[in-house]
């Protein structure tokens, strides 16, 4: 069965760095988009970041973009993203998902449990 789990949160001060990682299980990260959302408490979820299939593109919310990477590791069916820079606001629950491709929720069909990132000014 399909399985994503996130794992790398944790708590950080403003400036900080951290390394998210989503390990598939169920099918080959290859075929997919995969996605990367978050949720910050009496927000909509927002797509953070997507990787696109064998060829590799990449997308980022202008949120992110210059301090986030999305990338893999195929050999571990393993998507990982880099928090750089880290602000305040980018403290939320995030989750990978599967399916895609883009940056909206509703095109993705399997999610992970999420990770929690705290980020103190």
């Known amino acids: 069965e399909v399985q994503l789990v996130e794992s790398g949160g944790g708590f950080v001060q403003a400036g900080g760095s951290l390394r998210l990682s989503c390990a598939a299980s169920?099918?080959?990260?290859?075929?997919?988009?995969i996605g990367w959302f978050r949720q910050a408490p009496g927000k909509e979820r927002e797509g953070v970041s997507c990787?696109?299939?064998?060829?590799?593109?990449?997308y980022y919310a202008d949120s992110v973009k210059g301090r986030f990477t999305i990338s893999a590791d195929n050999a571990k069916n393993t998507v990982f993203l880099q928090l750089n820079s880290l602000k305040p606001e980018d403290t939320a629950v995030y989750y990978c998902?599967?399916?895609?491709?883009?940056?909206?929720?509703?095109?993705?069909?399997?999610w992970g449990q999420g990770t929690q990132v705290t980020v103190s000014s």
């Open positions: 169920g099918f080959t990260i290859d075929n997919y988009a």
């Open positions: 990787l696109v299939g064998s060829g590799g593109s990449k």
């Open positions: 998902a599967a399916g895609g491709p883009g940056l909206s929720q509703y095109e993705y069909d399997y």
